[in-house]
Structures are given as structure tokens and as C-alpha cells.
């Protein structure tokens, strides 16, 4: 009796943490917590970003401290900050560029997805100077996020290893004109937290990290991937106009047999993204039917932005899940309590007897802690696995929709 975890129904009630008998393996629910950590939910994020990353490339990259250099760590933990990055914010844009010896150089273009950084970034070499321009690179930077939509959230992610920046003039000025134009400067450091790192992310709504070891940089990108929070007075609200395309396989019937089905014939056509890419499969534009190769994209005919719905849905993840643990012990069915327990939770929780999405019952084999997760929003059940896959790949509760 001791380990039944008894319920209140004030308590259920208040917080709808609500649970009934679904058997989960210690995997699913270390599963559950780590797509639950990334889950930053109660804040409106901001769905169109576009996030400008300065790489620094001085002669301080050429250090060990991060295995096998600071550079080669940065471009390997690049790899992933880029899938995730579009993974993440879907109708976002992202640009490198490179600090050297005072100057700033661009190396990709503001995009959407785009291989183009990936061959950029493994070209990078560490220069033999240790001289960087903290003013210089963010000017740049600065021009190139002016030309950007005002509704879209203009940032920049600055990669520093060098301890000092040479700056010609001064750096208040630059400061000030990104205050004013509203650009989020964040900096991770692999170094030190500068002075000037510190005044220029506080000013700007940034943030200043430092970058101890690996798992720490990695963690940080991470967190530079996520959609960041809502900030209305730093974008101007407007309608932006999406379109949701059906994607067409081109194909012809073909009898060449009387005696025999048809047969299909593909036709490749060309795209309207590309100067010679032929393919039979296309993403057809709901405004001007222009034929498209993929999508998160902006339509090559008509500019207009190409997204599937669950595309959409990552910018807005669903809420966590609450999660409790039941205990049910062969004694109770014994002597009456398992059946009364049990018959007590489902009126609570009105008949739902089963998972509200793959339809598993909520019944185990006794002597066994069983979970059930409850969207906070729609009160629906679920089990771990249904709970798991709505966060980590479906982005949408299937009753809240
Ligand atoms: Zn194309
Ligand atoms: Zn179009
Ligand atoms: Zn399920
Ligand atoms: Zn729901």
C-alpha cells in the first residue's frame, strides 16, 4: 500500500498532470527528458530569423585546447549547427563570414538551405596574424542584414578565439547604429570574455558565452539553433504571404502492349529554381504553378515563400508533455484496490482508455510503474512513444490540431 502513489484530485486537477497504466522502458522516458530539454516552451519564437555567423579565423584557432584544433572543432560542430539550424527555423536565413587581419570577408550568402557553407567552411585556414576587427566585422555584417525584410529578426553569432580586437575608431559608434537598427549580436568565446564582447552583446540584446570544451560549444550552438524568443519591438508585425505546394510526379500512361497495362513514363521537365535541372518531381506553386525543386524555398517565378505544414510546425514547437508515474501492485487487485484505483482514474480522466494517438491501451502487466504523458493544451493522453514521436519528429499534437 506504501508504494501506491496515491491521487489527489485537487492536485490532478491544477496541474493535469495526469497518468494511467502504459509500461515504458527506462530508454523511452531518458528519450522523453532529453527532447523535453530542448523544448523551451511558454515564449512565442521568432519564426523568420536571419542569422548572419562570423567565424573567427586569426592564428589563436590553431590552438589544441579543442581537439584537433580550434578551427577544425568549430567546423565540425558547424556541420551540425547548419542542419539543425534550417531544421529548426524553416523560413530562416543563414550567412557566414570570416574574420582575418582586421577585415571580414563573406563566405556564403543569407540563405536558405544552402550546401554552399558546408564546401565554404571546409576550405577554411587559420591566417597568420592574430590581429581581428571586432568593428569592422560587425559593419559589414551590418550592411548586409539592412537589405533584410523588416518583419524578419535580424542576428548575428560571432565565433571569437582572439583575445584582443584592433579597432579603427570607435567601437561605440557601431554599437549604437546596431541598437538602432535593431540586430542581436551574441558571441561565443573561446578564449575569454572580453570587455568590449560583454558591452556590445548587452547593448544589443545579445548574449556572451564562453566556450570551456567541446560538449559546452556544442550546447551553445544548440542553443544559437533554437528559435530564439519573440521580440516585437525589434521586427515590424506583418502578414507574411506563405504558400503550401503539392508536389506533382509528371508522369504519361504509355500502351505498348495491347494485352498489358499501361506502363508510366516519366517526363523531366525544368524547374524554375535552377538554369538546367530537369527532374519529374516538383513542388508546384499555389500562386503561379511555377514548378519548384524543394521546398523550404522561395518560389523561383513568383517569390513566394514554399513551406510544408509540418515544415511550419518546428518553429513552434508543441508544448512539453506532463508525466506521472503510477504504481499498481498484484495486492491491490487482491484485496479490491486495483480495480477501485483504477475505475477512480478513469473518471478523472473520463473514459479515455487508450493512447489518443496509436491507440495502445493504457493497461500493463501489474507490479510495473506505468506512464502516461498529457498535452497541456488539448488534455489528450498519450503514450511515452506517441510522446517521443510528436516532439522529436511530428512537431504537431495530433489533437490539438
Ligand atoms: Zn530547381
Ligand atoms: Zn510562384
Ligand atoms: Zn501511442
Ligand atoms: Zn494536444
Known amino acids: ?22 509500461e515504458a522502458t527506462n530508454e ?54 547548419i542542419e539543425n539550424f534550417y531544421d529548426k527555423n524553416p523560413l530562416s536565413h543563414l550567412g557566414f563570414g570570416i574574420m582575418k587581419e582586421t577585415k ?50 535580424k542576428e548575428i553569432l560571432i565565433i571569437l578565439s582572439a583575445n584582443s580586437s584592433s579597432d579603427p575608431g570607435d567601437i561605440n559608434e557601431t554599437i549604437e547604429e546596431l541598437k538602432r537598427l535593431k540586430i542581436k549580436v551574441s558571441i561565443i568565446a573561446l578564449s575569454c570574455k572580453m570587455f568590449v564582447c560583454k558591452k556590445i552583446t548587452e547593448n544589443t ?77 516538383h513542388y508546384i506553386c499555389p500562386r503561379c504553378k511555377g514548378r519548384n525543386c524543394d521546398i523550404p524555398a522561395k518560389c523561383g517565378i513568383c517569390n513566394l515563400n514554399l513551406i510544408s505544414a509540418s515544415l511550419l510546425a518546428r518553429s513552434d514547437p508543441v508544448p512539453k508533455f506532463s508525466l506521472i508515474r503510477v504504481f499498481l501492485h498484484d495486492e491491490m487487485r487482491e484485496n479490491g484496490r486495483y480495480e477501485y484505483e483504477t475505475m477512480h482514474l478513469q473518471e478523472l480522466l473520463g473514459i479515455q482508455t487508450k493512447c489518443s494517438s496509436c491507440s495502445e491501451p493504457f493497461e500493463g502487466s501489474l507490479k510495473t510503474v506505468k506512464h502516461v504523458s498529457c498535452c497541456p493544451t488539448c488534455k489528450s493522453f498519450f503514450c511515452l512513444k506517441c510522446d517521443v514521436y510528436i516532439h522529436d519528429s511530428l512537431f504537431n499534437c495530433p489533437e490539438c490540431i
Open 1 to 22: 500500500m506504501e508504494d501506491f502513489e496515491y491521487w489527489n484530485i485537487d492536485n490532478l486537477a491544477k496541474t493535469i498532470e495526469t497518468q494511467l497504466n502504459v
Open 28 to 81: 523511452l522516458l531518458e528519450l522523453k527528458n532529453e527532447v523535453d530539454k530542448q523544448l523551451d516552451f511558454g515564449e512565442r519564437k521568432t519564426m523568420i530569423r536571419y542569422l548572419y555567423t562570423i567565424v573567427d579565423t586569426s592564428a589563436s584557432m590553431k590552438l589544441k585546447d579543442l581537439k584537433p584544433s580550434r578551427l577544425a572543432c568549430t567546423f565540425e560542430l558547424l556541420k551540425t549547427f
Open 104 to 153: 571580414m570577408s563573406q563566405l556564403s550568402d543569407l540563405a536558405q538551405y544552402s550546401r554552399e557553407h558546408h564546401t565554404k567552411l571546409s576550405q577554411l585556414k587559420e591566417s597568420d596574424s592574430n590581429e581581428i576587427s571586432l568593428k569592422n566585422s560587425l559593419e559589414i555584417a551590418m550592411e548586409l542584414l539592412k537589405q533584410t525584410p523588416l518583419y524578419a529578426s
Open 205 to 281: 540584446n545579445g548574449t556572451l558565452d564562453l566556450a570551456t570544451n567541446k560538449e559546452r560549444f556544442r550546447d551553445l550552438l544548440i542553443k544559437y539553433a533554437n528559435p530564439s524568443v519573440l521580440n516585437l519591438d525589434a521586427i515590424q508585425v506583418t502578414l507574411v504571404p506563405i504558400g503550401f505546394p503539392a508536389k506533382r510526379t509528371e508522369e504519361i500512361k504509355v500502351i505498348k502492349n495491347p494485352n498489358k497495362p499501361a506502363e508510366s513514363l516519366f517526363v523531366k521537365t525544368l524547374c524554375s529554381c535552377h538554369d538546367s535541372k530537369m527532374d519529374s518531381q
